[in-house]
């Protein structure tokens, strides 16, 4: 059984900073993509950042670009998301997510790519 589990969210304020972990566990195959969603109260679901593994390759929302960065220990099987200069509009609930070993980069950035999801980690931003 795949799980992700997320941690080190929490409140901070404007221009703080946090750094998301996602541990992942029970995974027996490569995954081509793994990435960060968020969803906000009354919002769809969001694509953040993700990573094509098998080049590293990353992508990033316009709105967090230079703020956010991705990055994986493959070692200890942990994804992370470095978020700086947090602005009251990344106030979301974040999820980690995984896909199989299939799919190539541009898939990355579609939520429909993933078949493993962590159970989210709330971010407050506040003013």
């Known amino acids: 059984q795949v799980q992700l589990v997320e941690s080190g969210g929490g409140s901070v304020q404007v221009g703080g900073s946090l750094r998301l972990s996602c541990a992942i566990s029970?995974?027996?195959?490569?995954?081509?993509?793994m990435g960060w969603f968020r969803q906000a109260p009354g919002k769809e679901r969001e694509g953040v950042a993700s990573?094509?593994?098998?080049?590293?390759?990353?992508y990033y929302l316009n709105s967090v670009k230079g703020r956010f960065t991705i990055s994986q220990d493959n070692a200890k099987n942990i994804m992370y998301l470095r978020m700086d200069s947090l602005k009251p509009e990344d106030t979301a609930t974040y999820y980690c997510?995984?896909?199989?070993?299939?799919?190539?980069?541009?898939?990355?950035?579609?939520?429909?790519?993933?078949?493993?999801w962590g159970q989210g980690t709330q971010v407050t931003v506040s003013s």
């Open positions: 029970g995974h027996t195959g490569n995954s081509n993509c």
């Open positions: 997510a995984a896909s199989g070993p299939r799919g190539v980069a541009a898939e990355c950035v579609t939520e429909n790519t993933y078949n493993y």
């Open positions: 990573i094509y593994t098998p080049s590293n390759r990353t």
